[in-house]
């Protein structure tokens, strides 16, 4: 299998977009792009040029896909005004009807208008029907390794944490019920369909798909994404979206069974270290990728996407690149893969 990264955030603009080829088929992952925040220290001018380019990198990367996969609904992982280059492409991508957020529902609504409206001149109506209401068990059921950790003196506030969080889940299950359900697709033109779960072969290329996951946290409000496993032969290709770091014990020991030759990780929200993530969430990412470091026989791991955000990335994640470098693992970030510096460090 040949593994190119195609834009990623130590290059100057969010995105997490990796081409994945094989003798069977070419497998775009997360095409989609989006300028860095206000805090990125690169002038606003050169922030624009950085997101220009890479959107023209992904464009073209889109155009020899064979299969496209979007992983959720957020702008750095899919491409919503360009819906010309998803024509007579097989997409597999993120069930818009149920384990999403509000405002990912809203844009994935949009999209799928745009998609169907322009690729299929087709009302949108026509894709909708009532959904089947449901019973959504418990998300943490399945997080053995996460509900037995000890959290020492975080262990009241992380109680207090789940328990708004369990709520704030039940209320989002109510609205799945509600919502109208927008369906896949299978024609000529255009394939979609919904990947959590499933398992799909090209050849001797196999695709496999994790359940819904959540978006860092347990209970984010960020909302749930999945991630993308690629087979061939004996190779594995794992490509993680958005887990940050991982954070959770038990995606990181799914990683560590699955064992790949290339991991695709994104990091921890550094550049939002006490807003968004807190210390002993921050640790939590640490302390699970020095586990897949020490467990795994994977060749490379691309360690991105998030944390390259601010230029002390390496010192927040320290022990990470220690244990790499003791271990002999390769460790690094798109841009080094591709023989460059990352573009905050240019600025520090």
């Given at each position: ?113 745009s998609l169907y409206g322009e690729m299929l001149d087709r009302e949108f109506e ?46 989002r299950t109510e609205r799945w019920n509600k919502w109208f359900e927008i369906k ?63 954070i959770i014990e038990d995606y990181a020991e799914w990683i560590a069974m699955e ?90």
């Amino acid at each position: 299998m040949k593994f190119t990264p195609i834009w990623f955030d130590s290059l100057g603009a969010k995105s997490s977009c990796v081409l994945i080829a094989t003798e069977d088929v070419k497998i775009l992952i997360d095409p989609g792009i989006a300028i860095m925040q206000p805090s990125f220290p690169a002038p606003l001018a050169k922030k624009l040029y950085l997101e220009s380019l890479g959107l023209r990198k992904i464009k073209n990367a889109m155009k020899k896909a064979d299969v496209i996969v979007i992983s959720h609904y957020h702008y750095d992982h899919y491409l919503l005004n360009h819906i010309e280059l998803y024509k007579g492409k097989t997409m597999f991508v993120k069930n818009p009807n149920e384990y999403i957020n509000d405002s990912q529902r809203k844009r994935a609504k949009e999209f799928f208008q745009s998609l169907y409206g322009e690729m299929l001149d087709r009302e949108f109506e026509e894709f909708l029907s009532r959904k089947r209401k449901l019973a959504y068990p418990d998300p943490l059921r399945e997080l053995k390794l996460a509900m037995k950790r000890d959290f020492g003196d975080y262990a009241g506030r992380r109680k207090e944490v789940l328990k708004a969080g369990y709520e704030w889940f039940r209320r989002r299950t109510e609205r799945w019920n509600k919502w109208f359900e927008i369906k896949g697709c299978d024609e000529k033109k255009l394939m979609v369909e919904y990947a959590e779960g499933r398992c799909f072969e090209f050849g001797k290329t196999r695709i496999r798909f994790t359940k819904p996951l959540f978006h860092g946290v347990e209970f984010s409000r960020v909302g749930w994404v999945f991630s993308t496993v690629v087979e061939r032969k004996g190779e594995k290709i794992i490509h993680t979206s958005d887990v940050n770091g991982p954070i959770i014990e038990d995606y990181a020991e799914w990683i560590a069974m699955e064992n790949p030759d290339i991991l695709v990780l994104d990091g921890p929200m550094t550049y939002m270290f006490g807003y968004l993530l807190n210390r002993t969430n921050l640790q939590r990412a640490v302390k699970n990728l020095v586990r897949i470091l020490k467990t795994t026989d994977t060749k490379l791991i691309i360690y991105d996407h998030h944390l390259p955000r601010e230029a002390k990335f390496r010192e927040h994640t320290k022990e990470v690149w220690e244990v790499a470098k003791r271990l002999k693992k390769r460790l690094i970030t798109a841009a080094e893969f591709l023989g460059k510096t990352p573009e905050v460090l240019k600025y520090a």
